[in-house]
């Protein structure tokens, strides 16, 4: 049996089961907002430490929670790897402390036959910006069937085709992995997340272009997608590295939101 095993556990996350809830149980004990979609499709969720964005991812997973899913399609990009494309992940199962979650080979090989620009490359198992979301996507839906797909140099509008794909079916949540800006000021970071966090909001394609995410192209696919197919966006939460970190010179921006009706 192959396995994706984990590479961020110990940094990213814990390697610990208890501490894994430790954290999700902390999170939980705030206040919730009372935004949300009777049909949630799909979810925008940051991917660095969960010391920083967990909080942030946790919102997004505990309101998708409310609807059960079959599947779970996880779409990330590459920071590691370059690859033209994107990646599908065909091991059998995915590792995490909770316990493992099985890989639906069966639809990620069908997506790869079906699209030219996919592919199983391999070296994309060191990828964080997806394995982060894995231990949240245990714990809210259990025992679902994971696909990991890791993208690199490729077009928004491709990308879009594979949600198109997804969503066609209602058993399926897609979740964007992205976080927002890198190493600014908070201020300047602040201005820069404000055109993304409107992008998101207003589904305004133009916008993304004054921004800068890690995942932006991800998330351009589902606004895109979204727009076409009539669905609405709800953001649920903006923050910074500097609300950990205290510093204010060189911060990460990081946001998590729904797209549904």
């Given at each position: 049996?192959?396995?994706?095993k984990t590479v961020v556990a110990g940094s990213f996350y814990p390697n610990e089961k208890d501490e894994i809830l430790r954290y999700i149980n902390h999170f939980n004990s705030f206040e919730d907002t009372d935004e949300t979609f009777?049909?949630?499709?799909?979810?925008?969720?940051?991917?660095?430490?969960?010391?920083?964005?967990?909080?942030?991812?946790?919102?997004a997973y505990k309101k998708a929670s409310l609807k059960s899913y079959k599947r779970v399609v996880v779409i990330g990009p590459s920071h590691n790897v370059y690859l033209k494309g994107a990646s599908v992940a065909l091991y059998d199962e995915y590792e995490t402390p909770l316990g493992n979650l099985s890989?639906?080979?069966?639809?990620?090989?069908?997506?790869?036959?079906?699209?030219d620009f996919l592919d199983f490359n391999i070296e994309c198992e060191f990828e964080h910006s997806t394995e982060v979301q894995v231990p949240f996507i245990k714990h809210y839906?259990?025992?679902?069937e994971i696909v990991e797909i890791i993208y690199g140099e490729i077009d928004?509008?491709?990308?879009?085709?594979?949600?198109?794909?997804?969503?066609?079916?209602?058993v399926n949540l897609v979740v964007i992995s992205t976080d927002l800006s890198h190493f600014y000021t908070l201020e300047e970071a602040n201005n820069l997340d404000g055109f993304f966090l409107s992008a998101v909001q207003n589904k305004?394609?133009?916008?993304?272009?004054?921004?800068?995410?890690?995942?932006?192209?991800?998330?351009?696919a589902l606004i895109n997608w979204?727009?076409?197919?009539?669905?609405?966006?709800?953001?649920?939460?903006?923050?910074?590295?500097?609300d950990v970190s205290k510093d204010k010179n060189r911060v990460v921006g990081y946001t998590s939101a729904l797209i549904g009706r």
């Open positions: 049996m192959s396995i994706r009777e049909d949630i499709k799909a979810i925008i969720v940051p991917h660095a430490g969960y010391i920083y964005s967990g909080y942030t991812a946790n919102l890989i639906d080979k069966e639809f990620s090989q069908y997506l790869i036959d079906k699209y839906f259990g025992d679902v928004y509008k491709e990308i879009s085709k594979i949600i198109d794909e997804v969503l066609n079916s209602s305004n394609l133009d916008l993304f272009n004054s921004c800068e995410a890690c995942g932006k192209v991800g998330v351009k979204a727009i076409q197919n009539r669905y609405e966006s709800k953001l649920l939460h903006y923050c910074t590295s500097a």
